[in-house]
């Protein structure tokens, strides 16, 4: 689990360190600077990678991702904190603006010992880091843990989201981050994950009266490619496939996805998971998401109040501007409890009593 993350000079985070828990839920109002906390890890996953410089050049340059842009700031530092059980571990870097691009200035990992942090240098004055291919001691074990990074957004579910396309049926090893290959990654699970399958399968039931099941199968044409299918209830007989499914509904099927596989990423991130959801499923959501933070951690960025209804003040992340510079502060529930017993969590962010508004 990622205990701390410090953050210097990227986009509109200046400088701040964000404890974080089980469960995180960052709330703000919009341009705020949750979606670019949320990038971070998107960066950390490109470092991973090996690939830095076609990130940087896909976001706009370095002066883009600098705070400030590159006249009042330089570099990029990042710094994460892990731990799995008794050990503690870090992954620190900094990046160095060059010609619009980064160079990695210096890059370490560290391990608690005797309260003393041990630093291994990993890369220095280089283009791309080499942590990915690094099996030593302290680089191997913070690689396992990075090469979980992926934020997931399963925005797009328009008539050409790739979700609703036929996909290449060995496309299974992992959700895809924008849930392109949903129907073979659910194919996989319905074929060797079953227990797991009829769990995503009843909590698309639960949400949606009229989805029957799915109804996966190769292609009848082409058993190389498979498409998402499924049967309306009450209806003997019936085809559908995504195309006649609401946005709301395909994009749950992909969160449930997501949440219910048997193995899920040590870290979950997801951007506004709320998109386009009933209040019943935000309730069923962050259902399933309290039940799989006792074996992931989960972070995630929401405008919803339903959906923040639905945590404890401890979850919860604010995120306002303060002298153009994003500031994190996580709620406690204890200090707000004269305010819970008259109102809700959601009721008390809308009336402006913890901050996290455009005003």
Not at 38 to 62: H, N, P, T
Not at 118 to 139: H, M, P, V
Request: charged share 25%; glycine share 6%; aromatic share 10%.
């Amino acid at each position: 689990m990622i205990t701390k993350l410090s953050i210097k000079g990227y986009k509109s985070i200046d400088n701040q360190k964000v404890d974080l828990k089980s469960i995180n839920i960052l709330i703000g109002g919009n341009g705020i600077g949750k979606s670019n906390f949320i990038s971070v890890f998107d960066l950390m996953r490109s470092l991973y990678e090996k690939e830095l410089q076609s990130y940087v050049l896909r976001k706009g340059g370095a002066n883009v991702l600098l705070h400030m842009g590159r006249k009042q700031t330089e570099q990029i530092s990042i710094d994460l904190n892990f731990q799995r059980g008794d050990y503690h571990n870090r992954y620190i870097v900094e990046l160095q603006e060059a010609q619009d691009s980064f160079i990695i200035k210096t890059a370490s990992t560290a391990f608690l010992y005797n309260d003393v942090w041990r630093f291994q240098l990993c890369d220095k004055d280089k283009k791309e880091a080499t942590i990915k291919d690094d099996k030593s001691g302290q680089a191997w074990y913070v690689s396992d843990l990075m090469g979980q990074f992926k934020v997931y957004h399963f925005h797009d579910a328009g008539d050409t989201s790739p979700m609703k396309s036929k996909a290449n049926i060995d496309d299974n090893v992992a959700l895809r981050h924008d849930g392109a290959n949903i129907a073979p990654f659910l194919y996989f699970l319905q074929e060797r994950h079953p227990k797991s399958f009829k769990r995503i399968e009843m909590a698309v039931k639960a949400v949606s009266p009229f989805f029957g099941g799915f109804a996966l199968t190769p292609d009848r044409l082409n058993p190389k490619v498979i498409q998402l299918e499924w049967k309306q209830r009450g209806v003997e007989g019936s085809y559908f496939n995504a195309y006649q499914l609401s946005d709301g509904t395909l994009r749950f099927i992909c969160l449930a996805t997501l949440l219910l596989q048997p193995n899920p990423p040590q870290t979950i991130i997801i951007d506004e998971p709320e998109l386009g959801l009933h209040p019943m499923a935000i309730n069923k959501l962050s259902a399933i998401i309290k039940k799989v933070s006792m074996q992931s951690q989960i972070i995630i960025s929401t405008q919803s109040i339903g959906l923040v209804d639905n945590f404890d003040a401890d979850d919860i992340v604010v995120v306002d501007m303060k002298e153009n510079a994003s500031q994190f502060r996580r709620l406690n529930q204890e200090t707000l409890s004269v305010w819970l017993e008259q109102y809700s969590l959601g009721e008390i962010w809308e009336k402006n009593l913890i901050g996290g508004q455009p005003f």
